[in-house]
């Protein structure tokens, strides 16, 4: 398998893009349905999907779990204190179930992450977790009033 964000060298084909569309779309297909959909047999698509993965253009296959209406989303942006940077940061983090998404930045923000609590005092709890970590200087929260367009 190629690096992580390594290029892949063969280009796609109009199949190719049809599998991937389709994955997008429900990563749970099965392959005999995704192969009736693509007009190719069951192993010629086993085959073409075991070199999408091989080639890197795809990385895995996931689900999107529905959140609870109830939930209560967030963005807390992280400042390091100097000499830090995410390497020291990150692996603090990793353990919080309610980091759904750490983004390093260029800028005045070194790490934005995406935070979802079950409500605003589970949220604080984790702001104050997350501000503790040796490292970081400084946390700022962005609550999410409604999310207005969503491809994660």
């Given at each position: ?30 392959v005999v349905?995704?192969?009736?959909e ?22 895995g ?5 529905a ?13 390091f204190q ?10 603090a983090?990793q353990?919080?179930?309610?980091i759904?998404?750490?983004?390093s ?22 702001r ?25």
């Open positions: 398998m190629p690096p992580e964000g390594s290029c892949v060298t063969r280009p796609l084909d109009a199949i190719d893009r049809l599998i991937l569309a389709r994955l997008t779309d429900d990563a749970r297909l099965p349905s995704l192969a009736r693509i007009g190719l047999s069951r192993s010629a698509t086993q085959e073409r999907l075991a070199r999408l993965v091989a080639e890197g253009s795809i990385r296959f996931t689900i999107r779990a959140s609870p209406r109830a939930a209560t989303r967030a963005w807390l942006a992280l400042r100097p000499g830090f940077a995410c390497r020291h940061v990150v692996p983090l353990d919080l179930a309610e759904r998404l750490a983004t930045t260029a800028g005045p923000v070194d790490l934005l992450l995406l935070a979802e609590t079950a409500g605003t005092a589970e949220l604080t709890a984790l104050d977790r997350v501000a503790a970590i040796r490292g970081v200087a400084s946390v700022e929260t962005t609550l999410v009033l409604e999310t207005q367009i969503d491809r994660l």
